[in-house]
């Protein structure tokens, strides 16, 4: 994470992909990478104000090539993340703050 002046605050090393952010209050938020080495999504807490990135637990493997991910916040303002395979089997998880990722469903898109 990089500040307004360019210093850097806060550094994960991993080697990622599709990167997602959602802010959910004014200065914490919640974003999503996908770890190319472990073929997995994970979910990350940051505040921008302290300068904190927190990797969280992975969401479980989906068991296929993932594709694509990414973050959607529903009109109650909880973060979901969408998770496509390559083969089109997608996974829509809800991300509650301390509490385990819980699966909503299981669907098919278009490869």
């Known amino acids: 994470m990089i500040d307004a002046q360019g210093a850097v605050r806060a550094r994960w090393a991993v080697r990622g992909e599709s990167l997602d952010a959602r802010l959910v209050e004014a200065?914490?938020?919640i974003?999503?990478?996908v770890d190319r080495n472990a073929e997995r999504v994970v979910p990350l807490r940051f505040d921008s104000a302290a300068g904190t990135?927190?990797?969280?637990?992975p969401l479980p493997d989906p068991g296929r090539s993932i594709a694509a991910s990414c973050l959607?916040?529903?009109a109650q303002g909880l973060p979901h993340?969408?998770?496509i395979a390559e083969n089109g089997f997608a996974q829509q998880w809800l991300?509650?703050?301390g509490a385990a990722p819980r699966?909503?469903?299981?669907?098919a898109v278009a490869p």
């Open 27 to 29: 200065t914490r938020g």
């Open 31 to 33: 974003a999503l990478v």
């Open 53 to 57: 990135l927190e990797a969280l637990p």
């Open 72 to 74: 959607y916040q529903d």
């Open 81 to 83: 993340a969408f998770v």
């Open 95 to 97: 991300l509650q703050h």
């Open 103 to 107: 699966l909503v469903r299981a669907f």
